[in-house]
């Protein structure tokens, strides 16, 4: 049925929906402000869809590739289309032989409010293939070759905070707020404690994870869960001081320099050792470290760095 309004505000039946034969005219006459409800409805259908094509963005600069959550209007909360674009966005930027790092940041007041309660990850979409569980963010982000910097701009809840655990450098606002908030509903930060765990430790995951209690950017940094605090207007300044950093690194050097942290922190110490001394000497007898020390030796900059 489709409904139009008069200028006194009373509406009238202008369409009755008559099954197999269509529709037809019941009344109307005089000055009318036409609603029909139907294509109202398919509308905002139609503006949910695209809200959702553009859950995150992705641009490149300065040799980082920046992907930024981008449902301020839900604080950026993950749900099926957000984590799925998510997905697709570090793979490309992972399979981008022109980006050195990969930053993660988010449009609003708020960093990721944690799990979208009404199309939590892993929940099919309609047209965009796969559903991507949550999970598999996180290992991506962890397994990337390219270092993952969080650029935190506001609060993270919940869920949100396994982004923050997964990334390798963590640059957060001091007016940021995060809590680990599942016990407040009666869950637990289960997923999450995989990455976020080996930053806190039992001492501060324990009392943290056990009430829920909110904390700041500064004390994220004193717990371990992030490297660095800084106001919210030095925030980009201060991750593409990061990006830099990682710049003035060999291109290899830096991939395996990450894959070494990952991996030696699970060996035993002797086979850290056997590990290590083989990483060592295929390095030092590789192209780029060859032209490394011959570029400190010759007080010049290696290849791999962009003059000026």
């Known amino acids: 049925m489709l409904l139009l309004f008069t200028r006194e505000y009373k509406f009238e039946v202008l369409f009755r929906e008559t099954g197999s034969s269509g529709l037809f005219m019941e009344s109307g006459s005089g000055l009318f402000i036409k609603i029909y409800l139907l294509r109202v409805k398919a509308n905002n259908y139609m503006d949910d869809q695209n809200i959702d094509s553009q859950a995150a963005l992705y641009a490149q600069r300065g040799g980082a590739a920046w992907i930024t959550l981008n449902r301020p209007d839900n604080r950026n909360a ?3 289309a957000l984590v799925s674009q998510l997905y697709a966005h570090l793979n490309r930027a992972n399979d981008d ?3 050195r790092c990969i930053v993660i940041t988010a449009n609003g007041s ?3 409010a944690g799990a979208d309660l009404k199309s939590p990850p892993g929940q099919a979409i309609e047209g965009d293939g796969r559903a991507v569980p949550y999970h598999e963010i996180l290992q991506t982000m962890m397994d990337s070759p390219k270092p993952v910097i969080a650029a935190v701009n506001g609060a993270a809840f919940a869920g949100g905070l396994g982004l923050i655990g997964a990334a390798d450098i963590v640059v957060t606002v001091d007016e940021a707020i995060f809590s680990f908030s599942e016990v407040r509903i009666g869950v637990i930060p289960a997923v999450i404690s ?3 765990l080996p ?3 039992t001492h501060h995951g324990m009392k943290l ?10 004390q994220a940094v004193d717990f371990g869960l992030a490297h660095r605090a800084v106001p919210g207007a030095d925030l980009i300044a201060a991750v593409e001081e990061e990006i830099a950093a990682i710049n003035l690194g060999g291109p290899k050097a830096v991939v395996e320099a990450k894959k070494l942290v990952r991996k030696i922190t699970q060996l035993s110490v002797d086979e850290g050792f ?3 001394a083989e990483w060592s000497v295929r390095l030092f007898n590789s192209e780029e470290g060859t032209e490394g020390m011959a570029a400190f030796r010759e007080k010049r900059k290696p290849g791999w760095i962009q003059s000026d």
Request: charged share 20%.
């Open 110 to 112: 708020a960093f990721c």
């Open 78 to 80: 993950l749900s099926s």
């Open 194 to 196: 995989v990455v976020c």
């Open 97 to 99: 032989d022109s980006v």
């Open 209 to 218: 994870f056990l009430t829920g209690e909110r904390f700041s950017g500064q």
């Open 274 to 276: 056997d590990v290590a």
């Open 199 to 201: 930053k806190l430790g």
